[in-house]
């Protein structure tokens, strides 16, 4: 008499997804209010792993090292949420390629743009002043240049090749307006130290950009 075949217990990963999901969002909600308050030399992994309820070891084993960390959380502040999907995927993205007014294009990225600000620019100041005297800050801080870069590239090349740019305005060119007016030392200016609103700054992007560029 044969023995019952006895099934492998499928193991279900959907919630260890989950549990991973919710510890790293802890850590990164940790670290962004510590880094923000204290700064970022002065904040250690331990106080963030104490503050997420985590161990150490699991705040390395999910971000690799401090400089790791910082870059994850200038990640969330850029899009909104850890969602594993590119900005240039994202649905203001496809509206602004779907759009075919040039000024409706800037106006959709000018009020994006902004509110984006709202959430990142404070890590990218922090960013900024860690990498004066941290290398590996410093190693964040050419990514998110060399982001930023590659970000106004495709951009200006969208707007080249959809014919809304002003005759005479390269893409290259096109490309580098849209860089300065993205430098977070824009923002700090208009909205930091001088208190302008966000929806304000919005506008007024869309404005510079149109006057510049269409």
């Known amino acids: 008499m044969s023995r019952p075949v006895k099934r492998a217990r499928q193991y279900d990963s959907s919630r ?3 549990q991973a999901r919710q510890t790293r969002a802890a850590i990164l909600e940790a670290a962004h209010a510590r880094f923000l308050e204290r700064g ?4 250690t992994v331990s106080e963030i792993a104490a503050a997420a309820g985590v161990s150490v070891e699991t705040v390395y084993k999910a971000f690799a090292n ?3 960390l910082l870059k994850a959380m200038f990640d969330v502040a850029i899009v909104g949420d850890d969602e594993p999907v590119p ?9 602004i390629q779907a759009e075919p ?4 294009k800037l106006e959709i990225y ?3 743009y902004a509110e984006r600000a709202e959430r990142a620019v404070p890590v990218q100041l922090l960013v900024r002043d860690a990498a004066a005297s941290d290398a590996g800050a410093g190693v964040v801080l050419d990514q998110l240049n060399e982001e930023r870069l590659a970000g106004m590239t495709a951009f200006s090349q969208h707007l080249h090749d959809s014919k809304v740019l002003r005759k ?7 490309r580098d307006i849209l860089w300065l007016f993205t430098a977070p030392e824009v923002y700090e200016r208009l909205v930091i130290e001088r208190g302008w609103s966000t929806r304000r700054f919005g506008t007024w992007i869309a404005q510079q950009l149109t006057a510049a560029l269409l």
């Open 16 to 18: 260890r997804q989950a």
């Open 168 to 174: 005479g305005v390269r893409a290259d060119e096109a």
């Open 110 to 112: 000018g009020t994006a």
């Open 87 to 95: 900005l240039e995927q994202r649905e203001m993205v496809a509206r």
């Open 101 to 104: 007014s040039g000024r409706k």
């Open 40 to 43: 970022y030399a002065a904040t």
């Open 66 to 68: 401090k400089a790791g």
